[in-house]
């Protein structure tokens, strides 16, 4: 509203409400002294003196004449009317128990020394820009602005510091812009939906007496909201819903949203097969594997009538740690991969709604992680729907001791995301709130969290008795009437429908989930699945010529060294990268990290897009990759894998923030998604690796045998024992071979450039096969420029990945050899360093064991026999006894060896894995040595 008191081109000629007081504010503090209001607005009060204050409809006056009183009431309202925006939602009616206090103290006008008859004689436009024709003067605003703000719906905004998002928010709320009336068969509609969701439950609750299914009563609304998420969703003609959730309310919402039939999901508690019920027309898709899950950390996916796919992720009982592996997924769901450069993303052709616990959301380190990454370019998606599913309760947790905040959703502000709380009991509150998510995250692109709160009906799972823990709430509970109840109500007082008619819908649905129940009656009996392991996973990988041709590295190697002219590179680095030359001109060799660019470059050619992140991924943690260059004079980027000749697929490598956890589960969701994309994830150090270990043993090591999910995923985990002390030497390669079973994956500690170049090549020629799976690689460090690593040019042109590396320098008078030495990695080379062209150690013959897991106990075998007088075998390692790959490896060797002895050479067991002490590790490590060579 326009202050027409105001001189023609005056700045303050648009101001009202808030903005106009702190001018006043202002202008009163330059009265005073002018220096304590900055030079710039000082002007501006110089050149067009003070602002006017509207005092009714039709007159306004300046600030000169105007009485301090005056001043003051205008600025109290204006205070008043922001207090009501910013702290609404703590006086607001959120609560269906009804069982937390409110707090209206800052609501009342009598707060800012405010009576009615002052509001009364103020303007509307000391709160509204554009006030409604009904609202009159400063009193009819903030008693509308207090209904909208205290209702079933509370809104946190004030922490977004972007003024148009403030202005979008401020305006929607204001203006009801996503509350509609719902006609009276949308309404009847509703109450069915609410009669399904809640006759699901007591079905279960009856037929299957004691069975665990965590429940979503209480909360019956969750799936409502997610229902009008999925239609906001075919109306913007979105491509892919994927949801990610934990086991609360998951049967409700497989089965609803999902359409995953009730005969399909009686089935799963009858423990008969589910299959015969599976949807003929291919509306929904399911995977599990041969050792299968518990029913309520399964997932599907449901395709529907207009193509878009509603994907419910698989997740173990870790409650948040879903939420990364769903994003991941979402952004290769919209990204487009299939040219050189950088993938093409699309942020509204998919879209995470990630449905957290009340309990888990500010406790669980992952969720802000999650928040973190969220407008960062490497893992943005264009905003994601969380959605907490606020039972008030963590199990048997009451929120004060839960967490220090005072709402669960209070961690998502400091990422500025606004929070909309909704009382679940409100069915057409919460349809409002979806159609307000949505519509936010379209426009800005942005996190939106929705606060969902309910209760919990009965304990933590339907066994507990929630009276001896929490008593109190358990019963208020036990009088609250159900959503569905209260909506059947709603219908009958608006005369929509009557209680027979209500009665009509509760009976109809029981009866069909009694067919459906029925049908399955009649299949065979409950039987324990035949746990049958898919050939293809048994067989493992076969060999496969992962060799290229000469002239296609050499052409390859020559384009990745041309920069443009006008590009700067550092000029040390510029002549390091030159070097690259040499070994195409038969002079050198080439290092690990140009075998590296090398297999990169080829795979891209092949059609294979590449995606490598980690902490200093686009360096190298030391200083050795170099696939992102940087201008020295003006810091641009330059990326030379985007272009070389013949490439046919995207390339990335991203510096990702300083989380593992979130950013391994974020990367294994992309390769589920986009299953012909070579993903890899590099550790800084190998134990960084630690900070991740759920994503290691509840995903990337048993999806496949849990749930049916194929992964290529590829992990580098730097490794080697250096003298650096604890933190920084071991990747802990023991639990990666303690969890390796049914080909689940492979784990090698590499000693050889050539090696790596192949190994890369392989697991991208498997990705998208049966036979696929993931893939470790414990990397070097010092490894990384050893001579004995690097490879010539002919050894990447020819051959294939080898299991096992005969060292060329041993073994060759084979009637000689007496003891045979294994070794990995680092261990491996500082062999080689010591037996050099072999002289004075024919007694001896170094194999390198490049592939730990599968075990290579065959050409392990094949090479004990070619020595007849072979008497010892001995497994040589950097690591303690009782950590690395010894523990692993005896079992095979005792296997093969037959009546060889075995025998183990390293340090001897610790509790920690590496010596403090640089000196020490000398002395340790040569020890370790000198054993392994004597005779």
Do not use: C
């Not at 998420?229 to 949203?257: D, P, Y």
């Not at 948040?320 to 052709?349: F, H, I, Y």
């Amino acid at each position: 509203m326009t202050n027409n008191g105001t001189p023609n081109g005056s700045p303050w000629s648009n101001l009202s409400g808030p903005n106009l007081g702190y001018i006043l504010e202002m202008y009163e503090e330059y009265r005073k002294d002018r220096q304590t209001v900055g030079e710039e607005l000082a002007s501006l009060f110089d050149q067009y003196g003070a602002p006017s204050i509207p005092m009714s409809k039709n007159s306004s006056h300046s600030m000169e004449g105007i009485s301090a009183a005056s001043i003051e009431k205008y600025l109290a309202a204006a205070k008043y009317a922001d207090a009501i925006r910013t702290s609404g939602h703590l006086a607001a009616d959120i609560y269906p128990l009804n069982d937390r206090q409110k707090d209206a103290s800052k609501l009342e006008a009598s707060y800012y020394g405010l009576t009615k008859e002052d509001l009364e004689a103020l303007p509307a436009s000391i709160v509204f820009d554009h006030a409604p024709q009904h609202v009159h003067n400063a009193w009819d605003a903030t008693e509308m602005l207090k209904r909208t703000y205290t209702e079933k719906i509370a809104y946190e905004f004030a922490h977004v510091i972007e003024p148009e998002e403030r202005k979008w928010l401020q305006h929607a709320i204001e203006n009801s812009t996503f509350k509609e009336s719902l006609s009276s068969d949308t309404k009847k509609e509703l109450l069915k939906r609410l009669t399904q969701v809640e006759g699901f439950e007591k079905f279960l609750h009856r037929t299957f007496v004691g069975a665990k299914r965590f429940s979503v009563e209480g909360l019956d609304t969750l799936v409502v909201m997610l229902d009008e998420l999925v239609r906001q969703s075919k109306n913007a003609e979105t491509k892919e819903i994927l949801i990610g959730m934990a086991h609360r309310g998951r049967l409700n919402v497989l089965t609803h949203v999902l359409n995953k039939p009730y005969e399909m999901m009686f089935a799963d508690f009858a423990h008969v097969s589910n299959e015969p019920f599976l949807p003929k027309d291919g509306s929904l898709e399911i995977t599990k594997g041969w050792f299968g899950d518990v029913k309520y950390h399964m997932g599907a996916t449901h395709i529907s009538d207009t193509g878009m796919k509603v994907k419910l992720a698989y997740n173990p009982s870790h409650l948040e740690v879903v939420s990364p592996v769903v994003t991941g997924q979402t952004r290769a769901a919209q990204e487009t991969t299939t040219e050189k450069g950088l993938p093409k993303q699309n942020t509204k052709a998919a879209y995470s709604v990630l449905i957290h616990g009340d309990a888990a959301f500010p406790g669980q380190g992952i969720v802000t992680e999650t928040l973190n990454y969220s407008r960062i370019r490497g893992f943005q998606t264009g905003g994601s729907v969380h959605i907490i599913a606020n039972n008030m309760i963590g199990f048997t947790t009451e929120y004060y001791d839960s967490r220090s905040t005072y709402y669960s959703s209070d961690p998502a502000k400091g990422y500025e995301v606004p929070v909309v709380h909704v009382n679940a009991d409100d069915v057409e509150a919460v349809i409002s709130v979806a159609k307000f998510a949505f519509a936010y995250r379209e426009k800005f692109q942005k996190d939106i969290v929705i606060d969902l709160i309910g209760y919990r009906r009965f304990g933590h799972n339907e066994m507990d008795e929630p009276l001896v823990t929490n008593p109190v709430m358990y019963h208020e509970v036990h009088k609250h009437d159900t959503v569905r109840a209260l909506y059947g109500k709603q219908l009958v007082n608006e005369n929509i429908l009557s209680d027979e008619e209500v009665s009509a819908i509760e009976s109809s649905v029981q009866t069909r989930m009694q067919e459906a129940y029925d049908k399955v009656k009649e299949e065979s009996e409950a039987s324990p699945d035949e746990i049958i392991i898919p050939d293809a996973v048994l067989n493992g990988y076969p060999e496969v010529p992962t060799g290229v041709a000469e002239e296609t590295l050499t052409k390859m190697n020559k384009e990745l060294l041309q920069w443009p002219n006008e590009f700067h590179v550092f000029k040390k680095l510029g002549k390091i990268l030159k070097r690259r030359e040499e070994p195409f001109k038969g002079k050198g060799k080439i290092d690990w990290a140009h075998a590296e660019t090398l297999a990169f470059g080829t795979i891209l050619q092949e059609g294979n897009p590449i995606r490598l992140t980690g902490q200093d991924a686009q360096r190298g943690t030391f200083a050795h990759r170099h696939l992102v260059l940087h201008d020295e004079q003006d810091g641009s980027e330059l990326v030379p894998l985007h272009h070389i000749s013949g490439a046919n697929a995207s390339f990335v490598v991203y510096n990702s923030p300083l989380t593992e956890s979130a950013v391994l589960g974020y990367e294994f969701g992309y390769n589920l998604e986009n299953e012909k994309a070579l993903v890899i994830w590099e550790a800084q150090y190998g134990d960084f690796a630690n900070m991740a270990q759920v994503m290691f043993d509840q995903f990337i090591s048993a999806s496949r045998s849990k749930w049916g999910q194929k992964s290529g995923l590829v992990m580098l985990l730097p490794h080697a024992y250096e003298g650096q002390g604890p933190e920084h030497s071991s990747a802990r390669l023991e639990r990666y071979l303690q969890m390796a079973a049914e080909n689940n994956w492979t784990v090698a500690n590499l000693s050889s450039a050539s090696n790596y170049f192949h190994i890369l090549r392989r697991q991208a020629k498997m990705l998208g096969e049966e036979s696929i799976r993931p893939l470790i690689i414990v990397s070097p460090k010092s490894l990384l420029r050893h001579p004995l690593v690097g490879a010539e040019v002919s050894e990447l042109t020819e051959g294939h990945f080898q299991t096992v590396i005969e060292h060329s320098t041993t073994g060759n008078q084979p009637k000689k050899v007496k003891k045979l030495l294994l070794a990995s990695g680092k261990m491996a080379m500082d062999l080689a360093d010591k037996v050099k062209d072999g002289k004075g150690y024919d007694h001896v013959h170094l194999v390198r064991v490049e592939q730990l897991y599968p075990f290579p106990a065959e050409k392990i075998a094949a090479i004990i026999e070619k020595f007849p007088q072979l008497s010892q075998v001995a497994w040589v390692q950097e690591e303690p006894k009782n950590m690395g790959s010894w523990t692993f490896a005896e079992p095979y060797l005792r296997e093969i060896t037959q009546d060889k002895e075995i025998s183990y050479t390293g340090r001897v067991k610790r509790s920690s894995p590496a010596e403090g002490d640089g000196e020490t590790h000398k002395v340790e490590q040569a020890r370790i040595i000198e054993e392994a060579v004597s005779k």
